[in-house]
T-cell receptor
Framework: DAGVIQSPRHEVTEMGQEVTLRCKPISGHNSLFWYRQTMMRGLELLIYFNNNVPIDDSGMPEDRFSAKMPNASFSTLKIQPSEPRDSAVYFC????????????FGPGTRLTVT | TQLLEQSPQFLSIQEGENLTVYCNSSSVFSSLQWYRQEPGEGPVLLVTVVTGGEVKKLKRLTFQFGDARKDSSLHITAAQPGDTGLYLCAGANGAGSYQLTFGKGTKLSVIP
């Protein structure tokens, strides 16, 4: 199993540009999560999907952020327009729906907005 | 808002020493997980504890969940350079709960 796959691994963009981060969850996992990690705030949950449906997006910082999951094997997180304070490492994670099931994290995308 | 405070924030020790890191909250969690994260990678689950007072051992690592399910500790015996990383605790409410509250982590460096 390849694990959770994220692309790109690194993204450097200028303020105001659109950024799209991509995630392929582990096959058979029906829950997908997007997190953001910074030194100041640690690891924060942005949005959670179950069976491709967004369940809780209360962690999305503002309307500039949007996430989609068009099918069970693909999700995107988009930032438009990007700002320097969006610089962080963005992680995607997936899990099965069983009790106490483990979340498997991808390697993350390091985003730098200049 | 449930918060998890981890201490110490940074820890640098010599190979072979023992250490304990802590995860504390004023809130009760139904389960608590410990993750280790290495540079450039995502967190990897080490253990899940679900019962107050529970102790779990994973080789040289011993995890304990407080009786009141508000705190946890991770003890490493005879630390090795391979133990270097960021240790994160995360609390959840309910067996099926998706929402994990993460602490900011303890960054451990084990010097050969």
């Amino acid at each position: 199993d390849a694990g959770v796959i994220q692309s790109p691994r690194h993204e450097v963009t200028e303020m105001g540009q659109e950024v799209t981060l991509r995630c392929k969850p582990i096959s058979g996992h029906n829950s997908l999560f997007w997190y953001r990690q910074t030194m100041m705030r640690g690891l924060e949950l942005l949005i959670y999907f179950n069976n491709n449906v967004p369940i809780d997006d209360s962690g999305m910082p503002e309307d500039r952020f949007s996430a989609k999951m068009p099918n069970a094997s693909f999700s995107t997180l988009k930032i438009q327009p990007s700002e320097p304070r969006d610089s962080a490492v963005y992680f995607c994670a997936s899990r099965t729906g069983g009790p106490w099931s483990e979340q498997y994290f991808g390697p993350g995308t390091r985003l730098t907005v200049t | 808002t449930q918060l998890l405070e981890q201490s110490p924030q940074f820890l640098s020790i010599q190979e072979g020493e023992n250490l304990t890191v802590y995860c504390n909250s004023s809130s009760v969690f139904s389960s608590l997980q410990w993750y280790r994260q290495e540079p450039g990678e995502g967190p990897v689950l080490l253990v899940t504890v679900v019962t107050g007072g529970e102790v779990k051992k994973l080789k040289r690592l011993t995890f304990q969940f407080g009786d009141a399910r508000k705190d946890s500790s991770l003890h490493i015996t005879a630390a090795q350079p391979g133990d270097t990383g960021l240790y994160l605790c995360a609390g959840a409410n309910g067996a099926g709960s998706y929402q994990l509250t993460f602490g900011k982590g303890t960054k451990l460096s084990v010097i050969p």
